[in-house]
């Protein structure tokens, strides 16, 4: 089992602590651990601009081509052991690490041949010149030329040497540096692929930078000729959206994320057609490959009303041939999902089927994952109808009656937070329930302010008292992972929703929370330090029954 570096400022850097564990999916055995804690992102990205990008823009579109290709060329020499790496950490059949792979050294080649094309240049002539004046010899003329930044690329677990290599193509051949930040749950492939690369030593020195674990205050360094590209959740990708540097500083951002791709079969298909066969192909290889877990993945199937049961029906059977278990498992045609998060997604996902329809298929069967039977996991295939025109109305009227009930309760002046459930705050969204106050926009000052106090202070001890949904208390631990912070309320209500948010922000082992108001030693630090002049204590919320004021003390 082994600590995985970053690759930072030309070197490998490891961060401090355990940091989070990368497992086998099908066997949940732990692969190794990352961690980002402790490295200087910042000093990362002035390397990248300084040092990467000056080498980068040196050189002419027909020589960044040539290095990508060699990038391609080096996957491909590689690609049986990337492939290994991927069904190991990624719970991908062959067939579908091949699929990620394969699809990484394609769009390699793709590029390099795109920027072959483009030749010995170094910027692009953009559009005609056009006449300034009355005057021929005045003349404006567009040009595109590189940007003096990094391109940051934050990627999503389900394809991870894919989606690296299709973000940093475009950047590198465009002369940016590039900085990847993967998903910590697949990174293996990724972490494999820049060892290659720094290996053979393909691009300059501070063309490629690789962050392992969490993304922390990377976002908060980007400057105006940066670009960010990010894959992954519609509400992640909103949040982005906000980061001082895109608002304030004209970061650029592109966002992939949360796609619904519908498969529509017409009325004048006949079942015995095939068109008829390859829809039905279509929709299962959907369906299984990746276990779903594709961007491209189809999520809604639209199927006349006359053909639906017999659609069902064929699903059902060649459903019923697929077999999921272990990808290490010969005959094993699906994998299991690639984290617990995303099982119990799934899960919860299958609760609201059971509820609005009608169960068709099952197939649940015990599977032994270990080569000496001392492990077995447990998987399970489900198929439920929501397809029929009176069903379809009652979900309508039942919806609709919820509706009505939103309605009724934002009518009544109940704050629109508590009927959605969430608010955003600082970088991330919090749970809240009527159990809490909403968090307000200016109370980021707070946690700005605290952490301008905190900059100089290693490791320091943090009380916020009267946490409530814990937003300041988690938003300064998930800043300063060296922070021991302490969160206390007399609500137990209030702490069940603090602890909730911990969870879903991934610091529950973080911040420790009290029942009582003022369990805190503000003489002695809980490890013998000097006390007070290190400790931060924060209360922002109800104070005597109003809320009105903030106080910081340092």
């Excluded at 400057?223 to 959206?241: K, N």
């Excluded at 006949?270 to 290889?285: G, H, N, P």
């Excluded at 009176?390 to 937070?417: C, G, I, M, N």
Aim: hydrophobic residues 40%; aromatic residues 6%; contains cysteine.
């Amino acid at each position: 089992m082994s600590k995985l570096k970053s690759y930072l400022g030309g070197a490998w850097q490891e961060g401090e602590g355990d940091g989070e564990a990368l497992l086998n999916p099908a066997t949940e055995q732990t692969l190794g651990h990352a961690s980002s804690d402790g490295l200087d992102r910042k000093q990362a990205l002035d390397f990248a601009r300084s040092e990467g990008g000056p080498a980068l823009r040196a050189l002419t579109f027909g020589q960044r081509a040539e290095l990508v290709q060699k990038t391609a060329a080096l996957l491909q020499k590689n690609r049986d052991e990337l492939i290994g790496l991927a069904m190991t950490n990624g719970g991908n059949t062959r067939s579908d690490a091949k699929f990620d792979v394969d699809g990484a050294i394609a769009t390699l080649q793709a590029y390099a041949e795109v920027g072959a094309a483009l030749g010995d240049k170094r910027l692009l002539v953009d559009g005609d010149a056009i006449q300034l004046g009355r005057s021929p010899r005045l003349v404006g003329q567009h040009i595109l030329t590189t940007r003096h930044g990094v391109a940051v690329h934050v990627n999503a677990f389900n394809f991870p040497a894919w989606g690296l290599a299709e973000k940093a193509a475009v950047a590198l051949l465009a002369g940016m540096p590039v900085l990847t930040k993967p998903a910590t749950s697949s990174a293996l492939v990724a972490h494999r692929l820049f060892e290659l690369l720094v290996e053979t030593q393909i691009w300059p020195k501070g063309s490629l930078s690789l962050l392992m674990g969490r993304a922390g205050d990377l976002i908060d360094h980007l400057e105006g000729q940066d670009c960010l590209a990010f894959t992954g959740g519609a509400s992640t990708a909103a949040l982005l959206r906000n980061t001082p540097g895109v608002v304030n500083r004209g970061t650029r951002i592109n966002v992939e994320a949360d796609s619904l791709n519908a498969a529509v079969l017409g009325p004048d298909v006949e079942t015995d057609s095939e068109t008829y066969d390859f829809f039905l192909k279509d929709v299962l290889r959907d369906m299984t490959q990746k276990a779903g877990q594709k961007c491209t993945a189809i999520r809604r199937v639209l199927v006349p009303e006359a053909l639906s049961e017999r659609f069902r029906d064929d699903l059902a059977d060649r459903l019923a041939a697929v077999v999921v278990g272990n990808p290490a498992t010969e005959g094993v045609r699906m994998g299991p999902v690639a984290t617990a998060s995303q099982k119990t997604a799934v899960l919860e996902g299958l609760s609201l089927l059971a509820r609005d329809g009608r169960l068709v298929w099952l197939r649940e069967e015990a599977v032994w994952v270990s080569g000496d039977r001392t492990t077995r996991r447990h998987y399970q295939g489900v198929m439920y109808d929501i397809t029929t025109r009176k069903h379809a109305e009652e979900q309508l009227l039942e919806a609709q009656e919820r509706f009505r009930a939103l309605v009724q309760r934002r009518a009544s002046r109940e704050p629109l937070q508590y009927i959605l459930g969430t608010q955003a705050f600082w970088k991330h969204e919090f749970l809240v329930t009527p159990a809490v106050l909403i968090p307000r926009p200016e109370t980021e000052l707070l946690v700005e302010t605290s952490l301008e106090l905190l900059k100089d202070v290693p490791a320091p001890v943090v009380a916020d008292v009267g946490t409530g949904s814990g937003c300041i208390a988690l938003s300064i631990a998930a800043e300063r992972p060296d922070a021991s912070v302490h969160a206390t309320d007399v609500s137990e209500p209030a702490l069940e929703v603090a602890r909730e948010n911990a969870r879903r922000l991934g610091l529950e082992g973080r911040v420790a929370r009290r029942e009582k108001r003022a369990e805190f030693g503000f003489r002695q630090a809980a490890d013998g330090r000097e006390g007070f002049r290190r400790n931060l204590i924060l209360q922002a919320g109800q104070l005597g029954g109003d809320l009105r004021r903030q106080h910081v003390h340092s």
